[in-house]
């Protein structure tokens, strides 16, 4: 498994994170079973937030993956997140900070996090307090490192002004069809719809940080509109998958993770699945790199525009 290093860390993590969003549809038995095979493909970066299932996720995990034993606990680096109250509000608080993470620990059966991420940009974001509970959290031992999820440049400008800790990562959807972040950066200046900065030259603001790109719902177009692999909607784009996969003797979702994992900003892609042969399809990824002309090939058969 290709490894990167975390931000400005000297962690080495796996280029594909396991995103336990859908854990909680798996019985004990399936998701122990599901976890040790991603193990063996060396995924043991693992992406929880509070909210999923509940907490019901981060529950199964902690018991499918023996957290209690602390040998075990080791061979994984975990990250969960936290500031969101399903359908009420954000909440950067220290007090929801620090309650949500002791929440989450509880529920994994762990005394530490390797990652602590904030889920949405809170509005009433006080960053001084933020830094505050970040504060409490390191030297508690609670959480060791700490980031961020789908935040602009200056959002984590804004609260990076306060908070000494490095922010190491930041979430961030995207997939081929969903590639603002790269078209903005190649339709500068004009008038297309692929020009418009929806999010402040994130990727380049990234990478000039050394913050980690974690990418959310890298098969799917919209905002969770469907899975474009196979999708009629979708023809061009398909049959250059397509024929990319029959080159490469891979499955289409291994060509469209190796899309991704070809960026040079080393980002990580997060694999959301709990189908043991698409993990095993998406880690095969890491093998394979696809050459510059066959990534702007993809790219631009989802209808993206070269100027």
């Known amino acids: 498994m290709k490894q990167i290093k975390l931000g400005k860390t000297n962690i080495s993590v796996p280029a594909i994170v396991l995103g336990c969003m859908r854990l909680g549809a798996l ?33 199964l995990f902690g018991k499918a993956a023996k957290l209690n034993i602390s040998t075990n606990r080791e061979k994984f680096f975990i990250q969960s997140k936290c500031g969101i109250v399903p359908g009420v509000m954000y909440d950067f608080s220290k007090e929801h900070i620090i309650n949500s993470v002791d929440g989450i620990l509880k529920r994994l059966g762990t005394d530490y996090l390797d990652a602590l991420l904030l889920h949405r940009p809170d509005a009433l974001m006080e960053p001084e307090v933020v830094a505050d509970a970040f504060d409490t959290l390191e030297k508690s031992g609670k959480v060791r490192n700490f980031g961020v999820s789908n935040m602009n440049p200056m959002q984590i400008q804004l609260l990076q002004k306060y908070v000494k800790q490095p922010i190491c990562a930041n979430q961030l959807q995207l997939s081929i069809t969903n590639s603002n972040m790269i078209s903005q950066g190649l339709e500068v200046n004009m008038s297309s719809d692929g020009a418009v900065n929806r999010d402040g030259a994130v990727l380049d ?16 177009y919209g905002f969770f509109g469907g899975v474009f692999i196979g999708n009629d909607k979708f023809p061009e784009l398909n049959k250059v998958i397509d024929e990319l996969a029959q080159k490469y003797n ?3 979702t291994t060509i469209v993770t190796a899309w991704i ?14 189908n ?13 790199e696809i050459s510059r002309e066959e990534w702007y090939k993809l790219y631009l058969s989802a209808g993206h525009i070269l100027p």
């Open 261 to 274: 994992l070809r960026h040079p900003a080393n980002m990580q892609m997060i694999a959301g699945t709990t």
């Open 250 to 252: 891979v499955t289409p």
């Open 27 to 59: 019985d004990l038995k399936t998701a122990e079973k599901f976890i040790n095979t991603a193990l063996e493909l060396g995924i043991n970066h693992i992406d929880h937030a509070d909210i999923y299932g509940g907490g019901s996720c981060e529950e």
């Open 205 to 220: 603001f990234c990478r000039l940080n050394d913050i980690t790109i974690q990418t959310w719902s890298p098969f799917q």
């Open 276 to 288: 043991l042969e698409r993990l095993k399809q998406i880690a095969q990824a890491s093998d394979i």
